[in-house]
């Protein structure tokens, strides 16, 4: 495959969701909903809907999948997994802050439900992943600590896959984003188990005496196999 194609298809994938969404939307966009509407509730879920596609190519790009090396180069994976994670990680917090804003503005307090709630923890799992990897040498953390911080982030999409079947209109309400949100944590599942049963991807060696796998020295513990995603 090109790394045009496969540039086109990231991009196309995430696309899927949110014009399913807004096609499907688009005689209430039409309707006089007011300011926070708009400016909070409609970015929100355009941001969660991209965040959640966005955290998925995390996993892809930290699997060192070998189809994926052959097209795009581990150092440029890792490259692209560096900057998803703040363009994603961004997008996240925004979707998280701009609900819970909303329901501020519009209800007077926060309306917890447990869709919400599960939201919300995966937003703090979240966050801790991101800042650990973000200000990783700032606040002097451990290789163990920042990996068991980071790793945490395996942990968030399954959360959210739950929050988003719970209380995500466009998930439960197209079928089309529902089958991919099934298909890419089928996919994530996958790749967890492979990671589980094999250790971390391409970090093994054949023989005792087989030179060790050296990794790009910007990875914080100059090993790739040990990034984990983030969003
Ligand atoms: C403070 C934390 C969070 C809050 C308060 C929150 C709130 C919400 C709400 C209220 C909805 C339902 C929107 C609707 O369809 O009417 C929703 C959906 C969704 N959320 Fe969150 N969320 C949080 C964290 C997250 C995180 C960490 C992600 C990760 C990507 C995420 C991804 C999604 C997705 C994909 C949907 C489905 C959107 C749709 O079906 O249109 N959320 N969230």
Same mark, same amino acid.
């Not at 790009?61 to 090396?69: D, T």
């Not at 490259?79 to 917090?93: A, D, E, F, W």
């Given at each position: ?37 708009? !400016? ?5 879920? *355009?941001?969660? @809907? %991209? ?7 995390? &996993? +892809?790009? /930290? ?51 447990? !869709? ?5 923890? *995966?937003?703090? @799992? %979240? ?7 973000? &200000? +990783?040498? /700032? ?93």
């Amino acid at each position: 495959m090109k790394k045009g194609v496969l540039y086109g298809i990231a991009v196309l994938l995430p696309l899927v969701p949110l014009t399913a969404w807004i096609v499907g939307s688009w005689q209430q966009f039409t309707e006089p909903l007011g300011a926070a509407f708009f !400016g909070l509730y409609v970015p929100a879920r *355009a941001f969660g @809907l %991209l965040g959640f596609v966005l955290m998925f190519y995390q &996993f +892809l790009l /930290a699997s060192r999948i070998p189809f994926l090396e052959t097209v795009l180069p581990r150092a440029q994976q890792l490259k692209t997994h560096r900057t998803l994670g703040k363009v994603g990680g961004i997008m996240i917090v925004l979707h998280g802050t701009c609900m819970l804003l909303f329901d501020m503005i519009t209800l007077g307090s926060i309306a917890f439900t447990l !869709g919400k709630l599960i939201g919300i923890i *995966a937003l703090f @799992l %979240l966050i801790n992943a991101v800042v650990a990897a973000w &200000f +990783l040498k /700032a606040l002097k953390f451990k290789l163990q600590t920042w990996r068991r911080i980071h790793y945490a982030a395996y942990v968030v999409f399954p959360l959210v896959f739950v929050h988003a079947i719970l209380i995500g209109s466009a998930v439960r309400g197209y079928l089309a984003v529902r089958l991919l949100f099934i298909v890419l944590l089928a996919v994530y599942a996958v790749l967890l188990v492979r990671r589980l049963v094999g250790g971390q991807p391409g970090t093994k060696t054949k023989s005792p005496k087989a030179p060790k796998v050296s990794a790009p020295a910007s990875t914080p513990e100059g090993t790739a196999g040990a990034e984990a995603p983030t969003a």
